[in-house]
Every structure is written in C-alpha cells, then in structure tokens.
C-alpha cells in the first residue's frame, strides 16, 4: 500500500532550524522514498511499511536529540507525489 504523510516539526527551544533541517536532511538520505518540502512541512510518499520504519527510527532519534518538540503528522493512504 502506498502512503503520503505530511509532517510538521515544532523544536521548543530558540534554535529550532539546525534540529528541523537535521531531521529532514535524515529523510533525506533514504533513497526508496520521495520526499518534498515547503516552509511550513514536509511531505513523504513511499509504501506504508518502509515509511513507517523509517519514522519510527527517525522520530526517536530526533525525540532523543531535543529535550521537547512536537511533531505533527498527517497521513492519507495513497500516493500523492
């Protein structure tokens, strides 16, 4: 099944840009899945299984790195690259 998830990052600390563009440069660096951004998000489109791996592992480690943030996702299953 293939899914898109929009995903917005909220770091609650004076310097948020370096941990957003930390977290998106990550997402970046996995091939099988597409990846657009804007200033307010960004979106990811891939099949379900492999995105849901790769937001587990990479929400954790961004969760681990910041001492609070929020993170928003919005998800719809289909394929809207």
């Known amino acids: ?9 909220y770091p609650l600390q004076k310097e948020y840009g370096p ?3 930390d977290f998106i440069a990550r997402l970046e660096s ?14 990811v489109f891939g099949d379900y299984d492999e995105l849901m791996d790769i ?3 990479e929400i954790k480690t961004t969760f ?10 919005k998800m719809v299953n289909e ?3």
């Open 64 to 73: 681990m790195e910041l001492d609070t943030s929020v993170m928003v996702l």
């Open 1 to 9: 099944m293939k899914l898109s998830i929009d995903i917005s990052l």
């Open 19 to 21: 941990a957003i563009l």
């Open 79 to 81: 394929d809207l690259a």
């Open 55 to 57: 937001l587990k592992e």
């Open 30 to 43: 996995y091939v099988s899945i597409s990846i657009k951004k804007n200033t307010m998000s960004t979106q």
